[in-house]
């Protein structure tokens, strides 16, 4: 199954950067809640959606750009949960910090998960308890790594002032400012050792990175200390979390 969801991560990125590079328009709207879409994030959807139905017909999908009503999904305990395309705002600054996430959700947590960057090429991974990197061709396992100073991994596009409070009591430490989920994908391989997380975010946002850290051997809580849930609920939103590697 994690063989079959990578290579649909790398279709819904080829249909992605026919955009990127021009060759399909980006058509940029805005929607309800003012973030953006473009036809690269729709295209994405679209692959995506066909695959999975393709190879887990009996699995609900849930997806950024066609997210089920509540009434639907309040019952359900396994199901896909796809952002096609993490980081529109850096793939219309055309800075390559977006990915395909596509995670398999069972009982609320994430069990499986693709991140795909379609930029590089590099492929995060996760299932069955372990986690892997592939990158031009070759493929390693990856797990969490202490180090001091440790390296903060913060939102490129989402600052706040309750961050910037926060790393004023951290310590020493040294930031470095990612967009989309690779920010999970950098503690999980051991290059950052915390991303700590106050602005929103949706579920979607952040199951497949959770999946490949928690994969890695990270934690991933909320500021109660509460493990990030996936279990359907109402709203789409996220409580502010921390990734760590305690």
């Not at 809640?33 to 139905?53: C, E, F, M, N």
């Not at 990175?209 to 359907?232: E, K, R």
Request: proline share 6%; with cysteine.
């Amino acid at each position: 199954m994690l063989e079959k969801i990578c290579q649909l991560a790398r279709e819904a990125g080829a249909a992605i950067m026919e955009v990127y590079d021009g060759h399909k328009p980006l058509d940029v709207e805005t929607k309800t809640d003012d973030s953006p879409v473009t036809a690269a994030d729709l295209a994405a959807h679209q692959v995506i959606k066909r695959g999975l139905t393709a190879l887990s017909p009996d699995i609900p999908l849930l997806s950024e750009e066609d997210p089920p009503a509540w009434d639907v999904r309040r019952h359900w305990d396994r199901y896909w949960l796809v952002d096609p395309l993490d980081g529109t705002k850096e793939f219309i600054k055309r800075n390559g910090d977006f990915t395909v996430n596509i995670a398999l959700i069972e009982h609320g947590i994430p069990v499986l998960g693709v991140v795909y960057v379609p930029v590089t090429g590099v492929m995060y991974a996760a299932a069955d308890g372990k986690a892997w990197k592939e990158e031009g061709g070759r493929r390693e396992q990856i797990a969490v790594r202490d180090a001091r100073p440790p390296l903060v991994v913060v939102s490129r596009s989402h600052g706040s002032q309750e961050l910037q409070d926060y790393l004023a009591q951290l310590g020493e430490h040294q930031t470095v400012a990612v967009g989309s989920s690779l920010k999970f994908c950098l503690v999980a391989e051991g290059k950052a050792q915390l991303y700590p997380r106050f602005g929103p975010t949706s579920i979607w946002d952040t199951a497949a990175g959770h999946a490949v850290a928690l994969a890695a051997g990270a934690q991933v809580h909320d500021w109660q200390g509460q493990t990030l849930s996936y279990t359907p609920r109402e709203s789409f939103i996220n409580p502010g979390f921390r990734v760590s590697l305690y």
